[in-house]
């Protein structure tokens, strides 16, 4: 077994990796850059190195500076994350020309299937389905739109190189393919080298269904099930699920075949993912097609293991060590349900704009007991120990992250600042435990999507796992404004505001040296929630709402940032409350909600209070996000039309088109193109 591994890395994955390292005894060596010298995977490692300057490029994906660091540290393995996505094929040799054993496949795999174009070739001659198109290279933006139109439209256009959502458009027709494929070109060439672009059908009402796949050096190959990734926005992966709730038994063991098949065929061994767009309108199931194959360890594999009980890093640990893998096809179940949220620093109320900024405040909520991930490989090798999966009936939650309080989510790398798990005997338990470890995760400091993650979860359509790559733009499509609250939980939020403002009155009443004698906090309150004003009492008694007794049991200490309210025997809310100026904002289930609570004989003068009306900034065109502005389109003087693009901005490795929300004429510019714009940062007025 190796004495020593480093994960060429950062973050979550990192951290991931160092966990199952020093469960098998192997000293953990990280690398960071400059903006990670204090981030919980150098913490966490025996030993750390640095790297360089914030900038990925010139830090993580030089190869050579991980080589150099792993001589330096004696580290005798490499596993490299989800990292070097474009050049992994020359950093696995790279390893292997060093006598650093590297954690994934072979390069000569690793090449057959890094490229989208050539990937489909093989796959088409391994016996797996292909979605239709075109595979050759594409001169330039008129030849994309000749084979756009022979295809048939709708397509989607596809940097050969790419991954992680990056590098793709869905094209409706000939002006989205005249505006998209240079975009398409950048994208690529940016984020993987690469500027390549192919172009394929789309297929409608797809979904995403991939599988994991686990070889050895001895030509052992399984398939272990599959995850749904349908859940999607511009091509990134939201919510990922073990197993599908459309697959069927005969559908995953077709799809599990035709996945090793291709493996196989490339002689791959160590972890790997197979993606394959499935038509979501063929009930027969037959109507899947090969998409890609990932050489590395996938940012959703926890659902995967908590179904099946395996630790995919140690296989990929043993399996780069030599070791045959302890168990077959036939070894391989399924044992309840697993679901993953991807926690992104971004803000779903302003059009998913990347967010960055210092974590204020992180409090994930806390991880259950949950089965050792060991447990079925040790009973699979023949060691001591019971083992044989988990047989809990009570939900399990897992968070894996790379973040700490105090620390800052940076420009300079993905936005994902936690993966939150849970596994429970049933899909929709698992789904019930998701709602209630969202509401208590707490971020205080960039915008994140939690809101949006607790809708998804509470969405009849979702719950229902009817479930296509366009749900999200389907569901949202003005965008999104809060998961609706019911008229129950409404009033259980006015009860809510109610017992924690008087819990305050009873505090002010017991300052020292106060005038005259002590008041005692007011009983009766008029929230307003939603717009809707209720009535509340509070007392020894209990709580009633609206004239009627509400079943509810609170505990709230004034500066409790967090609120667990029981209702009934089973059922629990949990609150994040945070005061505002006439009382408190209370979010929970997917929404936040600011409810004004005053006194019942003060609340009726509020109508008289006059509210500010904010100023009209539509004139303006203003940066949504931190990133680079890559290309203005107009000059002063130029007259626009609503909805004409203006701008576009780089953030986070992705292009935005910035469009004119008015007509008129460009007045001034207050940027230019390869500024770096700050956040709500004037690029033009229109007048």
Known sequence: MFKKILVANRGEIACRVFRTAKRMGIKTVAVYSDADARSPHVLMADEAVRLGPAPAAESYLKAELILLAAKETGADCIHPGYGFLSE????????????????????????????????????KQAGVNVVPGYLGEIADTDEAVRIASDIGYPVMMKASAGGGGKGMRLAWSEQDVREGFEATKREGLASFGDDRVFIEKFIESPRHIEIQVLGDQHGNIVYLNERECSVQRRHQKVVEEAPSPFVTPKMRAAMGEQAVA????????????????????????????????????????????????????????????????????????????????RVYAEDPYRGFLPSIGRLVRYNPPAASEAADLASLDSRLRGDDGEGGGRSESQAIV????????????????????????????????????????????????????????????????????????????????????????????????????????????????????????????PADWTVRIGGVDHAVSVSTDGITVDGAPLEIGIEYTPGDRLIEAELGEDERLSVRIAPTRSGFRLTTRGASHVARVLPAHVAPFAQHLIEKVPPDLSRFLIAPMPGLLVRLDVAAGDKVEAGQPLAVVEAMKMENILRAEKSGTVKVLSAAAGDSLSVDQVILEIE
């Open 262 to 341: 291709l493996a196989r065929a490339v002689g791959y061994y160590s972890a790997g993912t197979v993606e394959l767009i499935v038509s979501g309108a063929d009930t027969t199931g037959e109507s899947f097609y090969f998409l890609e194959m990932n050489t590395r360890l996938q940012v959703e594999h926890p659902v995967t293991e908590e179904i099946t009980g395996l630790d995919l890093v140690e296989q990929m640990i043993r399996v780069a060590c030599g070791e045959r893998l302890a168990f077959g096809q036939a070894d391989v179940g399924i044992n309840g349900w697993s679901v993953e949220n």
């Open 398 to 521: 897992r968070v894996d992250d790379g973040v700490a309080e105090g620390g800052e989510v940076s420009m300079f790398y993905d936005p994902m600042i936690a993966k939150l798990i849970t596994w429970a005997p049933t899909r929709e338990a698992a789904i019930d435990a998701q709602i209630a470890a969202l509401d208590a995760f707490e971020i205080e400091g960039p915008g994140t999507n939690i809101d949006f993650l607790s809708a998804l979860m509470q969405h009849p359509r979702f719950r229902e796992g009817r479930l296509t790559t366009g749900f999200i733009a389907e569901e949202y499509p003005e965008g999104f404004h809060g998961a609706p609250a019911s008229d129950g939980l409404l009033r259980e939020l006015a009860a809510v505001a109610a017992f924690a403002a008087t819990a305050q009155a009873d505090r002010a009443r017991r300052v020292d040296g106060q005038l005259g004698h002590r008041l005692r906090p």
């Open 88 to 123: 992994r094929e020359s950093f696995a040799r790279a390893c292997a020309d060093a006598g650093i054993a590297f954690v994934g496949p072979p390069p000569n795999a690793i090449a057959a299937m890094g490229d989208k174009i050539e990937s489909k070739k093989l796959a």
